[in-house]
């Protein structure tokens, strides 16, 4: 299936931004991303960046779509987190036997069907005839509103003398209700509701196994043989909840200099500018920003490096690398942390932007991919000498 000359991505990210500032307080309030934005970005391409060529997609390398995602972010933090997620399905979709690939991109929607997820672990699933049943209910579902299908984690029924196996679920909008439980403080356009399947069933095709996906050996491998698809999915998939903390920052950092570049002191009639504590908050965020963004790009380039020669990426590296993802997010939040306190009481009212990347960045941290601890215990124990402790590398 052909397509079109790729565009430029992060040009078409830097374009939008105005138009998705505008739309903030729409998108925080209706706590879902707005359809005209939605459809703006399946009109530009952007949900297809990750998506095989030959389905017209652009296998674009994940800088270029983590580089777009930061300039998103820098705008609509929630419109961003929408984008990763959603978009990388398509990447993971490749990854399933290719009947579930015919199944989502020849359906109605085509080339265009999106499909949402929620991955943690928690559905019930057991054996049937050619496939499985499955029944649960699923939290933080991001994007699903505008979604025709949803990835959703469960084990696999146990074997005799082999370890537990995690499967992603590939479900029709046609099997789970959408349950509407998304009020939360931060990232509240992201419209991450509950799922809830009732003993539906699953045909084995619409099944990927993690323990696959931890070898590089789906089923999808065989027909989707591109270097993109050749890099782990634990690398992938947690980069795209940990990088669009870099464009919050970088927003906040924006808000920050718009609101205190001509504040003067209510108390002492100073003016902001000429604390020194303010402006070396404003280098210490940028150059936070910097270090972390020059160091997941950095991992990037040696892994798709690999990659392209058809390398092995070792689980030492491996191990590295989550433990540079799992930590960047943290380090953002603390960056914008000292922005918002260094902005004076006018940075809590809501019609403030760096309240709005305040409350994001603290509702990104909170994903369980984002937490810097079990991953640098990790790194730490291999460098100890014991074996890797986690396999969503």
């Not at 998103?72 to 036997?97: I, K, Y």
């Not at 299908?149 to 696999?156: D, Q, T």
Request: glycine share 8%.
């Amino acid at each position: 299936m052909s397509n079109a000359t790729k565009p430029d991505f992060v040009k078409l990210a830097c374009d939008a931004k105005p138009t998705l500032r505008e739309r903030n307080a729409k998108c925080d309030a209706d706590r879902v991303v707005p359809d005209e934005t939605i459809q703006e970005f399946k009109d530009a391409g952007f949900f297809r960046m990750m998506q095989p060529k030959r389905w017209g997609g652009y296998e674009c390398n994940p800088i270029e779509f983590f580089d777009a995602a930061i300039e998103v972010a820098s705008a609509c933090p929630s419109t961003a987190w929408v984008l990763g997620v959603v978009a990388v399905h398509n990447w993971q979709l490749a990854l399933f036997p290719e009947q579930a690939q015919i199944d989502v991109w020849e359906s109605e929607n085509g080339l265009d069907t999106l499909t949402a997820s929620s991955y943690m672990p928690v559905g019930k699933v057991t054996r049937a005839d050619g496939g499985y049943r499955l029944t649960g209910k699923w939290g933080f579902s991001s994007g699903s509103d505008h979604c025709q299908w949803n990835f959703l984690g469960g084990y696999a029924p146990k074997e005799e003398g082999k370890p537990p196996d995690m499967f992603t679920l590939l479900v029709p909008r046609s099997d789970y209700e959408l349950v509407d439980d998304w009020f939360v403080s931060g990232l509240k356009g992201t419209g991450s509701k509950s799922v809830v399947v009732d003993d539906v069933f699953v045909p084995e095709h619409r099944v990927h196994r993690m323990s696959d996906a931890y070898r590089l050996q789906s089923p999808g491998n065989e027909v989707n043989t591109g270097p993109l698809y050749r890099v782990p999915f634990g690398q992938l998939f947690t980069r795209t909840v940990a990088t669009p903390a870099i464009g919050m920052l970088q927003g906040a950092l924006e808000a920050y200099v718009d609101l205190n570049k001509s504040r003067t002191g209510r108390a002492d009639g100073k003016k902001a500018s000429d604390d020194p504590f303010n402006l070396e908050t404003c280098a210490r965020a940028t150059l936070a920003m910097r270090e972390v963004r020059a160091l997941l790009r950095n991992d990037w380039n040696e892994m798709m490096a690999k990659a392209e020669a058809g390398e092995r990426i070792e689980i030492e590296d491996r191990v590295a690398y989550r433990a540079n993802a799992g930590a960047a997010t943290d380090r953002m939040v603390k960056a914008l942390d000292d922005l918002f306190m260094a902005s004076g009481g006018s940075a809590i009212f809501l019609n403030q932007d760096i309240q709005r990347f305040f409350q994001d960045i603290h509702g990104a941290r909170a994903h369980h991919a984002n937490n810097p601890l079990k991953t640098q215990r990790n790194y730490g124990g291999l460098m100890m000498g014991e074996q890797t402790t986690d396999f969503f590398l």
